[in-house]
């Protein structure tokens, strides 16, 4: 049963179960004997845990580089839906919107734009398309929706990735102290032994000697 209780253990070590992006679960360190079973086993296994954390965070470096890119991009996807939306309440009015534009950071300037059923959007790469205004207004809809669905998978992957950290040191805790426990073990048996055999040989002096 011992034997089948340590095959289920090593299993599930080897397939742990992942969050809804792939991240896989830390495994928790009950027992510490389920990973190591003498001081041989500690050096591999704390290095493996550490390995473990290391990919974590690392994980979780890329995380935080995507959400400041996604915080970066959103408000810009947000104000360009919301100007297409103006010009398409705007495409039947009789008069022109009146408006300034930026030429650069410190400089504007005014115009006049008269009412449209076309608009133009900065793909990236230096690419701009020319949308009909109902289809420009559904994709920047969509990117929007899509960049808040992605960034709030990253925050929830950060909070998972965190937990998973922590697991993880803990764990490497647990196992680091078996060892000092096992080694304070060791030194106790070692004097033990050395005391009675102490006694043993002074037992064997012969009288007088």
């Known amino acids: 049963m011992a034997s089948k209780g340590k095959e289920t253990a090593a ?18 360190v009950d027992k510490v004997e389920d990973y190591v079973t003498t001081r041989a086993d ?10 473990m954390i290391a990919k974590y965070q690392f994980m979780e470096q890329n995380l ?3 959400v400041a890119g996604l915080k970066d991009k959103m408000p810009d996807i947000q104000k360009t839906l919301d100007t297409v939306r103006f010009l398409k309440l705007r495409k039947d009015a009789p008069d022109p919107i009146e408006t300034t534009f930026e030429l650069n950071e410190t400089l504007y300037a005014k115009a006049e734009i008269p009412p449209t059923d076309e608009v133009y959007i900065w793909l990236g790469a230096n690419v701009m ?42 764990a490497l805790a ?3 102290n078996w060892d000092v426990v096992q080694k304070r073990k060791e030194k106790e048996e070692e004097e033990k ?4 055999s102490g006694k043993q040989k002074e037992k064997e002096k012969p009288p007088g000697g």
């Not at 299993?11 to 928790?28: D, L, Q």
């Open 42 to 51: 500690v050096e591999p296994t704390l290095r493996s845990f550490q390995e």
């Open 129 to 170: 398309l020319s949308y009909p205004i109902d289809e420009a207004e559904e994709l920047l809809d969509t990117k929007f929706q899509a960049a808040t669905k992605s960034l709030n998978n990253c925050e929830e992957d950060l909070d998972f990735l965190r937990e998973q950290i922590t697991t993880m040191e803990v």
């Open 193 to 196: 032994a050395e005391k009675a």
């Open 174 to 176: 647990r196992v680091y």
């Open 11 to 28: 299993a599930a070590r080897k397939e742990p179960a992942s969050n809804p992006r792939g991240i896989p679960y830390a495994p928790f």
């Open 64 to 66: 935080q580089r995507r």
